[in-house]
């Protein structure tokens, strides 16, 4: 039984800073491409950062130069370094695994979810 467990939202003051780490449990390895998806109210979710196995990085365009991800194999977790909020950011965050990456992140149909943690920034 595979489970990917978040933490670390928070309400922050735009400008701030905030790390989002998923803890992964029951996967056979650590070698996955992981991401962080978000979604916001009324929004369609969309991908925020992706890690493949290679340790080769994506981010989406919002957030390039702001939010870094990245992995600690020993304690199979990642994590999201988010600096410079804004508004905008406010969202759900997830992260998400599978075995391998598509154009960059693990396709959402097969990938294995968390359950998400919220992220607010005023």
């Known amino acids: 039984h595979v489970q990917l467990v978040e933490s670390g939202g928070d309400s922050v003051q735009a400008g701030g800073s905030l790390r989002l780490s998923c803890a992964a449990y029951?996967?056979?390895?650590?070698?996955?491409?992981k991401a962080w998806f978000r979604q916001a109210a009324g929004k369609e979710r969309e991908a925020v950062a992706g890690?493949?196995?290679?340790?080769?990085?994506k981010y989406g365009d919002s957030v390039k130069d702001r939010f870094t991800i990245s992995r600690n194999i020993t304690k199979n977790t990642v994590s999201l370094q988010m600096n410079s909020l804004k508004p905008e950011d406010t969202a759900m965050y997830y992260c998400?695994?599978?075995?391998?990456?598509?154009?960059?992140?693990?396709?959402?149909?097969?990938?294995?979810w968390g359950q998400g943690t919220q992220v607010t920034v005023s």
């Open positions: 998400a695994h599978y075995l391998y990456c598509i154009d960059g992140y693990p396709p959402p149909t097969y990938a294995a």
């Open positions: 029951g996967f056979a390895r650590n070698s996955y491409c």
């Open positions: 890690l493949d196995s290679f340790d080769i990085t």
